[in-house]
C-alpha cells in the first residue's frame, strides 16, 4: 500500500502497542479467581484450566475487543456456561483488579513505542490513539514524555515539563462506545476523520489480528506489531508490514507514504 504524498496521519493502538499493559493479566486472574471462588460449581463443565489461558488464547480470542464483548468471547472458548450471562460479571471483576494494578503502577511504557510516536510526530505526521479499552485513558496520563526525552537525551520542541502522552495527540477515540468493534474499521475511521487526514493517508499501529483488519477495512495502511512472537497471525491479517520492534520501521518512508523496514 502506498500514499505518494506521504501519510499525513498515524493512528496507534495502546495496549500491546504503547504500553505493556496488566490487561492480559488481569483477564487471566480474574478468570481464576473466578473459578475456584464464585463459579467453582460449574468449573468441571468447563474446557477451562489456569495453564490454558496462555497468550495466544489472549491474542487470538480477546485482544482489541471492548471489555464484555471480550469477556463472552473468552467464557465462551473455554465452553463456560451461560456465557453471555456471565460476561459481564467477568468484565467486571477484572475491570477491579486492572484499575488497582494501574494506580499501583504496575506497568510501562515500551521505549521503542515512545520513540517511534515523537519522531513520527516530530516529522509533521498526526497522532492518534485509538484503543477500545476504557482504561486507555489512565495509562496515557501516566506516561511522563518529558522524563523519557531526558533520559533518553531526545530533545523536541513540543515536549514541555510535565507532558504525557496524553499530551502530544491530536485526537484520542479510546475507550468510546462504538457501535461496531474491531474488526469493523468504525474506531479507525473516526480517528482518522477527527485527526482530519483521509483514511488513504493514515496508518494503524495493532498488535492484534483484528485491529490489522480493521485498519485494511478503513482502507488503511496496517503497521502490524509482533511483541508476542505472532508474526505470522498479522501477516495473515495482510498486514502491510510486520516488525517486532518500532525502532524497525522506516521514517524517511513514511515521508513517501509507505511502511518499509529499516
Given at each position: 500500500?502506498?500514499?505518494?504524498?506521504?501519510?499525513?496521519?498515524?493512528?496507534?493502538?495502546?495496549?500491546?502497542?504503547?504500553?505493556?499493559?496488566?490487561?492480559?493479566?488481569?483477564?487471566?486472574?480474574?478468570?481464576?479467581?473466578?473459578?475456584?471462588?464464585?463459579?467453582?460449581?460449574?468449573?468441571?463443565?468447563?474446557?477451562?484450566?489456569?495453564?490454558?489461558?496462555?497468550?495466544?488464547v489472549?491474542?487470538?480470542?480477546?485482544?482489541?475487543?471492548?471489555?464484555?464483548?471480550?469477556?463472552?468471547?473468552?467464557?465462551?472458548?473455554?465452553?463456560v456456561?451461560?456465557?453471555?450471562?456471565?460476561?459481564?460479571?467477568?468484565?467486571?471483576?477484572?475491570?477491579?483488579?486492572?484499575?488497582?494494578?494501574?494506580?499501583?503502577?504496575?506497568f510501562?511504557?515500551?521505549?521503542?513505542?515512545?520513540?517511534?510516536?515523537?519522531?513520527?510526530?516530530?516529522?509533521?505526521?498526526?497522532?492518534?490513539?485509538?484503543?477500545?479499552?476504557k482504561?486507555?485513558?489512565?495509562?496515557?496520563?501516566?506516561?511522563?514524555?518529558?522524563?523519557?526525552?531526558?533520559?533518553?537525551?531526545?530533545?523536541?520542541?513540543?515536549?514541555?515539563?510535565?507532558?504525557?502522552?496524553?499530551?502530544?495527540?491530536?485526537?484520542?477515540?479510546?475507550?468510546?462506545?462504538?457501535?461496531?468493534?474491531?474488526?469493523?474499521?468504525?474506531?479507525?475511521?473516526?480517528?482518522?476523520?477527527?485527526?482530519?487526514?483521509?483514511?488513504?493517508?493514515?496508518?494503524?499501529?495493532?498488535?492484534?489480528?483484528?485491529?490489522?483488519?480493521?485498519?485494511?477495512?478503513?482502507e488503511?495502511?496496517?503497521?502490524?506489531?509482533?511483541?508476542?512472537?505472532?508474526?505470522?497471525?498479522?501477516?495473515?491479517?495482510?498486514?502491510?508490514?510486520?516488525?517486532?520492534?518500532?525502532?524497525?520501521?522506516?521514517?524517511?518512508?513514511?515521508?513517501?507514504?509507505?511502511?518499509?523496514?529499516?
Amino acid at each position: 500500500m502506498e500514499t505518494p504524498s506521504g501519510f499525513r496521519g498515524a493512528v496507534f493502538d495502546v495496549d500491546g502497542v504503547l504500553v505493556d499493559s496488566p490487561h492480559e493479566q488481569a483477564w487471566r486472574d480474574g478468570l481464576r479467581q473466578l473459578m475456584e471462588n464464585d463459579w467453582s460449581d460449574i468449573r468441571d463443565q468447563t474446557s477451562y484450566t489456569p495453564e490454558k489461558f496462555t497468550p495466544e488464547v489472549y491474542q487470538k480470542v480477546m485482544s482489541g475487543k471492548p471489555r464484555y464483548v471480550g469477556a463472552q468471547a473468552a467464557l465462551e472458548y473455554f465452553e463456560v456456561p451461560d456465557a453471555e450471562e456471565r460476561a459481564q460479571e467477568y468484565g467486571d471483576h477484572k475491570q477491579v483488579m486492572i484499575t488497582e494494578l494501574i494506580e499501583a503502577g504496575e506497568f510501562e511504557a515500551f521505549p521503542d513505542a515512545l520513540r517511534f510516536i515523537l519522531a513520527v510526530k516530530d516529522a509533521g505526521i498526526l497522532v492518534a490513539a485509538a484503543s477500545s479499552s476504557k482504561n486507555a485513558g489512565l495509562f496515557l496520563e501516566r506516561v511522563r514524555l518529558d522524563e523519557f526525552t531526558e533520559k533518553e537525551g531526545l530533545d523536541y520542541d513540543f515536549i514541555r515539563p510535565g507532558y504525557t502522552l496524553l499530551d502530544i495527540l491530536d485526537a484520542d477515540v479510546s475507550g468510546r462506545d462504538f457501535e461496531q468493534g474491531k474488526p469493523h474499521p468504525m474506531i479507525f475511521l473516526t480517528a482518522a476523520e477527527e485527526l482530519g487526514t483521509p483514511p488513504g493517508e493514515s496508518f494503524v499501529i495493532e498488535d492484534a489480528a483484528n485491529g490489522v483488519q480493521a485498519a485494511k477495512a478503513g482502507e488503511m495502511a496496517a503497521l502490524g506489531l509482533a511483541r508476542a512472537d505472532d508474526e505470522a497471525l498479522l501477516e495473515e491479517a495482510e498486514a502491510d508490514l510486520v516488525v517486532t520492534s518500532l525502532d524497525d520501521v522506516s521514517l524517511e518512508a513514511l515521508s513517501r507514504g509507505r511502511l518499509e523496514a529499516r
